[in-house]
């Protein structure tokens, strides 16, 4: 069964240091997203891409952000200087007709 | 703005008996999707099903159930038979479609226990 990847699983950075998350839709899906959640809080929305841009963002999505999909496999969030509060799971899903969402596994990022 | 309220942060079961998890959400739209994601203590998060709005009839996957109430805005999870392995976060989501976005807004999860 076709499956979201995301690597690395966990990442460990220095406060300002920049990282990248990388993610790997289910291959036929047209819609992406990437969400966040901060140790025992909910799952909070962070930005959506369809047709190779942004479709939309939320507050917390702000200029050290940013996404990109380098080829037509892979699907990566850029935290350009990364604080203590970046801290979290950070989850990518896709769905293909912007119906269900299918999560991958989640990268742990902890800022030092 | 649409949201998701989860009032209980924390259940117990035992094994094999059923437990209703509770959600109510907030919304003017008449078209959406509701949805029961699981997240065990590995994180990940996997869909447990899924409710269109437009359906009258409550969704089922094997041992989930849900109770779609539209009129009054609630969406509880029924899981019977409980096993261990159901133990985890629960989290309700509400989603608007949309031409091309439909990001998911989430409640603040149930924490469930199955004890042997």
């Known amino acids: 069964e076709p499956e979201v990847t995301q690597t690395p699983s966990h990442q460990v950075t220095q406060m300002g240091q920049e990282v990248i998350l990388r993610c790997v839709p289910i291959s036929n899906h047209l819609y992406f997203y990437w969400y966040r959640q901060i140790l025992g809080q909910k799952v909070e929305f962070l930005v959506s891409f369809y047709n190779n841009e942004i479709s939309e963002k939320s507050e917390i999505f702000d200029d050290q952000f940013s996404v990109e999909r380098p080829d037509g496999s892979n699907f990566t969030l850029k935290i350009r200087s990364t604080k203590l509060e970046d801290s979290a799971m950070y989850f990518c899903?896709?769905?293909?007709?912007?119906?269900?969402?299918?999560f991958g596994p989640g990268t742990r990022l902890l800022v030092l | 703005a649409q949201t998701v309220t989860q009032s209980q942060p924390e259940m117990s079961v035992q094994e094999a008996e059923t437990v209703t998890l509770s959600c109510t959400y907030d919304t003017s739209e008449s078209n959406y999707y509701l949805f029961w994601y699981k997240q065990p203590p590995s994180r990940q998060m996997i869909l447990v099903i899924r409710q269109e709005a437009y359906k009258q009839q409550n969704a089922t996957e094997n041992r989930f159930s849900v109770n779609f109430q539209k009129a009054a805005k609630s969406f509880s999870l029924k899981i019977s038979d409980s096993q261990l392995g159901d133990t985890a976060m629960y989290f309700c989501?509400?989603?608007?479609?949309?031409?091309?976005?439909?990001?998911?807004?989430f409640g603040t999860g149930t924490r469930l226990q199955v004890f042997p």
């Open positions: 989501a509400f989603m608007k479609p949309s031409f091309n976005t439909d990001k998911l807004i």
């Open positions: 899903a896709s769905s293909d007709m912007g119906e269900t969402q299918y």
